[in-house]
């Protein structure tokens, strides 16, 4: 069974950072490509980013490119995201996903 839990979120002022983390089992992680996605207040999803198995692709929605970075850690099996300079409009619960599979989200509140 596909299991992803998403964790670091929180409430944060604008130009503020954040790490979410996301761990996974139940399938082979190493060999995943790896996603972000968020739900926006409306209840849109908007992808993130992606990244490949082996970490050496990264791509970007155009809404946070140059300000979030995607990593992983074959070994632990994590996902990461790096927030920064978040706007209000990044105010989403953020999601990891693999194929149709993810986690129960992680809420980023950006407010002052």
């Known amino acids: 069974e596909v299991k992803l839990v998403e964790s670091g979120g929180g409430l944060v002022q604008p130009g503020g950072s954040l790490i979410l983390s996301c761990v996974a089992s139940?399938?082979?992680?190493?060999?995943?490509?790896m996603d972000w996605i968020r739900q926006t207040p409306d209840n849109e999803l908007e992808w993130v980013s992606t990244?490949?198995?082996?970490?050496?692709?990264?791509t970007y929605g155009d809404s946070v490119k140059g300000r979030f970075a995607i990593s992983r850690d074959n070994v632990k099996n994590t996902l990461y995201l790096q927030l920064n300079d978040l706007k209000s409009e990044d105010t989403a619960l953020y999601y990891c996903?693999?194929?149709?599979?993810r986690g129960q989200g992680t809420q980023v509140t950006v407010s002052s």
């Open positions: 996903a693999t194929g149709l599979d």
């Open positions: 139940g399938f082979n992680f190493r060999a995943a490509p």
């Open positions: 990244i490949t198995p082996d970490g050496s692709g990264k």
